[in-house]
């Protein structure tokens, strides 16, 4: 018997808390870096701030890659698996509307951490927008246009 693709192992127990803070991360569509033009990625940033405007999460720090995102947020209306399919679909309805392109852009599931009462907040804030950084994309993280986190 065939496990069952891992994007459904992600979900087992996944639990949604709200006032909850979690990382989420998901990649695009094959790792496909549709985002390496910065204008495209600026359709995913709407959907963090939307998300933050109708009360469904609190972004602390974001970061949007070439291929995938990291959002860190304050859970504060619905689930988890409510907030990512909202966020994925709407991006991808305004990303294919000004590519003039088709089909989904993100790949099933995406991976969620709850931190735990003693991690360092800022410190998993500092990873998340360090991320351009690491990957050798910017010599210095204000050089990185698709970021943000709360703190700064």
Sequence with gaps: MLSPPASHRLRRGRYSEQ???????TNTLDREPIFLNWRTGRHVVQQFRQA?????????????????????LKLQHG???????RTKSLSTRTINQVTGRTGSRWQ???????LRHDEDLK??????IANPLRAGLIKRIGDYPLWDAQWL
């Design 52 to 72: 933050q405007e109708q009360g469904f999460a609190e972004s602390l720090a974001w970061v949007v890659m070439p291929d995938h995102f990291h959002w860190l």
């Design 79 to 85: 689930s988890l698996d409510e907030l990512m399919c």
């Design 123 to 128: 410190r998993v804030a500092r990873y998340v």
């Design 108 to 114: 099933q599931g995406y991976h969620d951490h709850a």
């Design 19 to 25: 006032n909850r803070i979690y990382l989420l991360t």
